[in-house]
Antibody, heavy 122, light 107 residues
Framework: EVQLVESGGGSVQPGGSLRLSCSAS????????MHWVRQAPGKGLEYVSA????????YFADSVKARFTISRDNSKNTLYLQMSSLRAEDTAVYYC???????????????WGQGTLVTVSS | DIQMTQSPSSLSASVGDRVTITCRAS??????LNWYQQKPGKAPKLLIY???SLQNGVPSRFSGSGSGTDFTLTISTLQPADFATYYC?????????FGGGTKVEIK
């Protein structure tokens, strides 16, 4: 059974940093691209970032570019999202999401984690 | 960026009704269109991928159609478990974008 379990969320002041982790199991983690999608309270879904199966290719939405980095450790079956210079508008539930392919585009999201809440507030 | 416009943003329907939700892309995305269902407090769940392919385990009352810029999600006979918010998403090009959602409520 595919499982994606996020951790690392919490409350942080504006300008602060936070690192999210996503522990994956039930599939060959190193074979698939992984993504982060967020959802502000009461709002819709917003795409954040992606990383190819081997970590060689990444993508960031303009809203987080230069502030967030994505990485993965295939030996630990873990995906990361390092967030810095956090703003109030980054407040959201962050979902770790799996793609059914190694590449970043053209495919859908077949499995989602339960999400972890990040709150940016003074 | 490709804008995804869903309509309606909400609807009220009764169990047994046929429900149709539309999604329009601001430019052609071929068939790279996916549909997700989200219930309150839960993660989204994939229903339909590549415009018309039913994800494993999803009831056959869900179907998708369309290509290019205009797409439709249809629930043939609405069930109590189907009251949720539905999102379309294009996977054709970055940034990947979602529609604003359609909330299906009980009449």
């Amino acid at each position: 059974e595919v499982q994606l379990v996020e951790s690392g969320g919490g409350s942080v002041q504006p300008g602060g940093s936070l690192r999210l982790s996503c522990s994956a199991s039930g599939f060959t983690f190193s074979s698939y691209a992984m993504h982060w999608v967020r959802q502000a309270p009461g709002k819709g879904l917003e795409y954040v970032s992606a990383i190819s199966n081997n970590g060689g290719t990444t993508y960031f939405a303009d809203s987080v570019k230069a502030r967030f980095t994505i990485s993965r450790d295939n030996s630990k079956n873990t995906l990361y999202l390092q967030m810095s210079s956090l703003r109030a508008e980054d407040t959201a539930v962050y979902y770790c999401v799996k793609s059914p392919a190694a590449i970043l585009l053209l495919y859908y999201f077949d499995y989602w984690g339960q999400g972890t809440l990040v709150t940016v507030s003074s | 960026d490709i804008q995804m416009t869903q309509s309606p943003s909400s609807l009220s329907a009764s169990v047994g009704d046929r429900v149709t939700i539309t999604c329009r892309a601001s430019q052609s995305i071929s068939s790279y269109l996916n549909w997700y269902q989200q219930k309150p407090g839960k993660a989204p769940k994939l229903l339909i991928y590549a415009a018309s392919s039913l994800q494993n385990g999803v009831p056959s009352r869900f179907s998708g159609s369309g290509s290019g810029t205009d797409f439709t999600l249809t629930i043939s006979t609405l069930q109590p478990a189907d009251f949720a918010t539905y999102y379309c998403q294009q996977s054709f090009t970055f940034p990947l974008t979602f529609g604003g959602g359609t909330k299906v409520e009980i009449k």
